[in-house]
């Protein structure tokens, strides 16, 4: 197993991290020694890693920072760094390698405040690793100080830091930064090569991880979810009931609410455990007394802290909304399929019924209405809108579609 066996359908992309990587390798080694750098390489100091919801950029960027922090003796005997179970590569992919720091947005942007100290260490030396490597996972995100500040250090970087950008599109970075990178496009794996991952990797059964797969469309990190996570299941059956059930005002009214309600649960599921692990974690770096009682001085820290996880918390709610508007998306998509004829596979076959008994009962016009319905929600909660009036708006659309 390498850090490359993650990257679902992106072979061109893994090749090219690879010969980066060697080359990469060689930098290091060229240096550590006093000799001359290889001629040519194909290491740069910025890259950027496009692709759609799924398609594994976040992984990749991940995977490629671990190869650089390969420490196998395989690799200083000439085999390819990313071995995948030496301490560097370990500790990268896990996120605890001192020289890897990561960056994902904690609500809406990612502010100045959240890069200064990344900034600060960019130009630092690696204290441990072979390189200073900062991922910053949504960088879409990027407000324009914190942009700016991301752009100085890409424009002037230090001779052993990394600067691993992702984001959806090109179109997402500004012009100044994405000029300064060298530009990698992942694209989404098929529904066969994500459910033989789930098998081979997570031991889940064929049928389910099939199922898996195809209901979200070769998102890996939401099918592996989808096939280990029975409370996932539910609220994604949830979800495809929707469109039956909103056949008047109230009905609507009370179904946004329960979309709602039903991502804070899942948000407040998943931020539980997390921020406890945190505020432990720090509290005791602190140096925190027995009894949970912090040294003077220090209980800004903690707050700070909790300010960072709540802002997390929200972020998290309108992640879950997304996935269920996801959902939504593809459910109309077959739909539509339907009326049109069309012979492409569909997503939601344990929703058939529900889905021919709307395709005979509304046109492709209504349909395309409502895909624009759920489409104007997203548009909605990415412009800090209240999440229940987004929905409901989307609710009563859907109705009225």
């Avoid at 009962?361 to 895909?371: A, F, V, W």
Wanted: charged share 25%; hydrophobic share 45%.
């Amino acid at each position: 197993m390498t850090v490359w066996d993650d990257l679902v359908g992106q072979q061109r992309v893994s090749d090219q991290l690879a010969a980066a990587a060697r080359d990469a390798d060689a930098l290091v080694t060229a240096a550590a020694a006093d000799g001359p750098p290889p001629e040519a390489s194909r290491m740069t100091h910025a890259w950027l890693f496009t692709g759609p919801p799924g398609a594994g950029r976040n992984r990749a960027a991940r995977a490629f920072a671990a190869a650089l922090q390969c420490v196998s003796p395989d690799r200083a005997l000439g085999g390819s760094p990313g071995c995948g179970f030496c301490d560097g590569c370990h500790t990268a992919l896990i996120g605890t390698h001192a020289d890897v720091s990561t960056i994902a947005a904690v609500g809406a942007m990612i502010l100045v405040r959240d890069m200064r100290d990344t900034v600060r260490k960019s130009f630092t030396a690696p204290a441990n690793g072979r390189w200073q490597v900062i991922l910053v996972e949504d960088a879409e995100r990027l407000n324009e100080s914190s942009a700016n500040a991301v752009l100085k250090a890409v424009e002037e970087p230090a001779p052993r830091t990394v600067w691993l950008l992702c984001a959806p599109s090109v179109e997402d970075v500004l012009p100044t930064i994405r000029s300064r990178c060298r530009h990698l496009n992942l694209s989404t794996p098929s529904v066969e090569a994500v459910a033989d991952l789930l098998v081979r990797r997570e031991g889940i059964e064929p049928d389910v991880a099939a199922a898996a797969a195809r209901a979200t469309q070769g998102h890996v990190d939401r099918a592996r979810r989808l096939a280990t996570d029975p409370a996932a299941r539910e609220r994604r059956a949830a979800v495809l009931k929707l469109p039956l059930r909103v056949e008047d005002v109230g009905s609507a009214l009370k179904a946004a609410q329960e979309l709602v309600d039903a991502a804070a649960e899942d948000a407040k599921q998943l931020a539980e455990e997390r921020d406890t692990k945190e505020t432990d974690e720090l509290k005791a770096a602190l140096g925190a007394a027995q009894g949970g009682r912090l040294p003077r001085g220090t209980a800004g820290v903690v707050k700070e802290l909790e300010d960072m996880q709540k802002r997390r918390r929200t972020r998290t709610q309108r992640d879950s909304l997304d996935v269920a508007l996801t959902d939504l998306t593809g459910f109309y998509r077959d739909v539509l399929a339907l009326q049109f004829g069309s012979r492409t596979a569909l997503a939601n076959t344990d929703a058939e019924d529900a889905l021919e008994r709307l395709a005979r009962g509304s046109s492709p016009e209504s349909t395309l209405r409502r895909l624009e319905a759920i489409a104007a929600c997203r548009d909605a909660l990415d412009r800090n809108v209240a999440p229940l009036l987004a929905v409901e708006a989307m609710t009563m659309a859907l109705r009225a579609g």
